[in-house]
T-cell receptor, first 117, second 113 residues
């Protein structure tokens, strides 16, 4: 199988604080991880593509300084929401691409519900 | 642009009936099309996928068909069960610039017992 572990599952923080979300591929190496944001009853919106050992590629409209992404190893990517505000409250989901030959399968973590007070 | 359209947004079927969800994509170069099932408060789970060199793929009660010429693909669920109730997302890969997966808007499937 392909397991992607995401922590924490839920976080409540005060406005102005920073929150770090971890995404780990447990049984495979992931050179590429993706971070999505999902509002209630809406689709998954791609925020950024995280590549191991290099800078993340952000989608248009996503603030790089607001959403810091680090992909330091082949099994770990982190998303840090800096100086969080209520409008950052959302469901954040990471995913990892299992690459083997031409295998493009994408597996998701369980998501993190962020609530900023 | 990079776009995946999905229909319908909601779908109610009687238990045992079939459900069909359709998606269209904008980039003729897209070559991989996965389908995901998402339950409330959880991450999406991959249920079936298809590559552009295949027209149809089946896995028990679930099947996916792909029409590359028309740039659309569909998910078919037969003999639906209450546990099939969830939100289903289609996706397509886009390769201009960085390799990425773009998702459809989702279909909320409700299977009525």
């Amino acid at each position: 199988g392909a397991v992607v572990s995401q922590h924490p599952s839920r976080v409540i923080c005060k406005s102005g604080t920073s929150v770090k979300i971890e995404c780990r591929s447990l049984d495979f190496q992931a050179t590429t991880m993706f971070w999505y944001r999902q509002f209630p009853k809406q689709s998954l919106m791609l925020m950024a593509t995280s590549n191991e050992g290099s800078k993340a590629t952000y989608e248009q409209g996503v603030e790089k300084d607001k959403f810091l992404i680090n992909h330091a190893s082949l099994t770990l990517s982190t998303l840090t929401v800096t100086s969080a505000h209520p409008e950052d409250s959302s469901f954040y989901i990471c995913s990892a691409r299992k690459e083997r030959l031409t295998n493009e399968k994408l597996f998701f973590g369980s998501g993190t519900q962020l609530s900023v007070l | 642009g990079e776009n995946v359209e999905q229909h319908p947004s909601t779908l109610s079927v009687q238990e045992g009936d079939s459900a069909v969800i359709k998606c269209t994509y904008s980039d003729s170069a897209s070559n991989y099309f996965p389908w995901y099932k998402q339950e409330l408060g959880k991450g999406p789970q991959l249920i079936i996928d298809i590559r552009s060199n295949v027209g149809e793929k089946k896995d028990q009660r679930i099947a996916v068909t792909l029409n590359k010429t028309a740039k659309h693909f569909s998910l078919h669920i037969t003999e639906t069960q209450p546990e099939d109730s969830a939100v289903y997302f289609c996706a397509a890969t886009f390769t201009s610039g960085t390799y990425k997966y773009i998702f459809g808007t989702g279909t909320r499937l409700k299977v009525l017992a």
